[in-house]
């Protein structure tokens, strides 16, 4: 049995007592040097990903990996963050430059998900300049916020322990209604709603790293930060009343 998250496994002391035959392991955080290798082989690989690419950015990879080394070693905050390696992986995903850098795990998450689920399909599909092209959620004033607003929401009703198993389809549809709702004019018609509410579910269910597909037609989230990060976000929002 391998696990990063100790605290959590260990909470269940009657499952560890079914596996003592097995040996137990945790995953310990990198050192300085393993993050350093980290930094290194991820940026050599997405130099050669980006000299196979038909279409992309020009970076300066040996540059981008000096200054997160650099960040790394100068910022404590950044270094912490910096020892697990996912939060480590999702750093160099969305690193943007120094000043721009997250320095919490709820900034990075919060980075990392903008990231994944609006700024790199947005990379990938453009905006059309075609005018009587459809409008597309990414095109729509308020596609990011439906986005987020249906991900916090999904991401407290899982973490409220409404669904510990994961969110409903029928849930994430009705989500994205509510919102679809809150966002357009009181004029818009029926169909404009649907329409809408069934993009935000179209894009969440369809774009990768964020939300996963489970057992009975649910979704949840992976990794977990994200879901921890997104129900906070979202009960912050709600009035004292309804906490």
């Given amino acids: ?28 955080g990198f050192s300085p040097a393993q993050v350093d290798a980290f930094v290194s082989r991820w940026h050599t690989a997405g130099e050669s990903a980006s000299k196979r690419a038909v279409k992309s950015a ?13 960040l790394i070693r100068t910022e404590s905050d950044i270094g912490e963050l910096a020892s697990v390696p996912l939060l480590l992986a999702m750093l160099q995903v969305v690193f943007s430059g120094a000043r721009e850098t997250p320095r919490s ?15 790199k399909p947005r990379q990938r599909t453009g905006r059309s300049t075609d005018p009587t092209a459809p409008p597309t959620l990414l095109g729509h004033d308020q596609g990011n916020h439906c986005i987020l607003a249906v991900l916090r929401q999904i991401a407290f009703h899982i973490h409220s322990g409404a669904t510990r198993a994961g969110v409903p389809e ?23 709603r649907r329409d809408l509410a069934s993009q935000i579910v179209e894009h969440i269910a369809e774009t990768g790293g ?22 906070g976000q979202w009960l912050d929002t709600l009035k004292l009343v309804e906490r």
């Fill in 1 to 28: 049995v391998v696990t990063c998250r100790e605290t959590e496994y260990l909470a269940g002391e009657g499952s560890v007592e079914t596996l003592t035959a097995a040996a137990h392991y945790s995953v310990c």
């Fill in 210 to 231: 964020i939300l996963v597909h489970g057992e009975g037609d649910t979704w949840d989230f992976t990794p977990n930060v994200f879901r921890e990060v997104l129900a």
């Fill in 170 to 192: 029928d849930v994430m549809a009705r989500l994205a209604r509510s919102t679809a709702d809150s966002v357009l004019p009181p004029g818009a018609t029926g169909r404009e």
């Fill in 105 to 119: 795990i709820s900034q990075l998450s919060t980075r990392a998900v903008t990231y994944l689920m609006i700024d």
């Fill in 58 to 70: 020009r970076v300066d990879w040996s540059r981008r990996a000096l200054e997160i080394r650099e």
